[in-house]
């Protein structure tokens, strides 16, 4: 199941204080014509601007909400009504300023239903500088009751031209607590507090990981890495398995082992830092023993050349991945030292 499609099948208690703040903002007639949501992938923005759409082009609003029941009400539930729109980009590209013009001329129509327009705009940050000048002036006055809801990670991504004309809010992650009690409520034990962490605490990416997991079967990746690192270490004729494993799928596998090394760091720094916001918690005891092994200049060193290595892989599709990350894996070798002394 995909993260969208999570949306519309659980609750997300944690996106309700938000709400309730935005819905006394529009009641008090305090209420931007331009919005934005941020926060991590899986916090549920998309979710949040679909019900504040659909309060927004409610016939009947409640003081907690939509009514639900109104025709506006069952047209947005079912996906056809005429005054909501949804912009986004396709995949790897921005979005344009022909989206945005074609965009601005369908807000200058008048409603089909009620007195309002809205309209989603999912990864904001792909605006081209082009599209974004072209939503300025719809911002700075929009055509009768338009409303427009941003979405993007971090504010930083908009340009602050853009930022400036639109109402922020941005979606915290619930804390371990609150996440692990509403993953039980949905049938999922979890005591690893560093899956938790590993996906920031945003509770539709983690929901979407543990039902692709109960799936497919599939296993930890966390666990693959720490036991690649400790066959390079120890057989260094396993390099050429490891470096398979992660070029299968280098972004989010790299980005795996950034973790390990930087946990390897907090443990260097501080034994208390591991328990309590570690992704590795469970490899405790073998990260102890490899934090004796490198300094914090090799450790600070690898990691830099990690991320550099995954920036090319990202950046360079044509790169020989394998070529990249053999080079990287022999780095990684060359660093740890018995018994090394900081």
């Known amino acids: 199941m995909s993260i969208e499609a999570i949306h519309s099948s659980v609750s997300t208690p944690w996106l309700a204080p938000a709400f309730a703040q935005l819905l006394a903002t529009y009641q008090s007639g305090r209420f931007a014509h331009g919005v934005l949501f941020t926060g991590s992938a899986g916090i549920g923005k998309f979710k949040q601007a679909q019900h504040l759409a659909q309060y927004l082009l409610c016939s ?3 003081a907690h909400g939509p009514c639900l029941q109104c025709h506006s009400c069952q047209l947005f539930l079912a996906h056809n009504h005429l005054d909501f729109h949804l912009l986004q980009n396709e995949e790897n590209k921005s979005i344009g300023i022909e989206q945005v013009r074609s965009l601005i001329a369908t807000l200058n129509e008048r409603p089909h239903l009620g007195e309002n327009k809205v309209v989603i ?4 940050q792909t605006l ?10 719809t911002l700075e006055e929009p055509q009768g009751n338009s409303y427009l809801i941003l979405l993007a990670r971090t504010h930083h991504e908009l340009m602050p031209t853009l930022l400036s004309r639109v109402q922020h809010t941005h979606l915290h992650s619930p804390d371990d607590a609150q996440l692990v009690a509403w993953l039980a409520e949905l049938g999922f034990t979890v005591a690893d507090k560093g899956l938790l962490h590993l996906f920031q605490n945003s509770p539709l990416a983690l929901l979407n990981h543990l039902q692709n997991v109960q799936q497919t079967g599939a296993t930890d990746e966390r666990r693959a890495c720490v036991e690649g690192l400790f066959a390079l270490l120890n057989q260094p004729e396993t390099l050429f398995d490891f470096s398979r494993f992660l070029a299968e799928s280098a972004e989010p596998r790299l980005q795996l082992l950034f973790h390990l090394l930087h946990d390897l760091h907090k443990l260097k720094l501080s034994e208390t830092l591991i328990n309590s916001d570690a992704i590795y918690t469970f490899a405790l005891p073998q990260l102890q023993i490899w934090q004796a092994q490198i300094s914090l200049q090799s450790l600070r060193y690898l990691c830099t050349e990690l991320l550099h290595t995954r920036t090319l892989l990202i950046d360079h599709s044509a790169v020989k991945k394998d070529l990249l990350i053999n080079a990287l894996l022999i780095k990684i070798k060359n660093e740890f030292k018995e018994q090394t002394v900081c």
């Not at 705009?121 to 904001?124: F, G, L, Y």
């Open 128 to 137: 081209t500088d082009a599209a974004a000048n072209a939503l300025l002036k």
């Open 121 to 124: 705009i999912k990864n904001a």
């Open 60 to 62: 009947n609003k409640q």
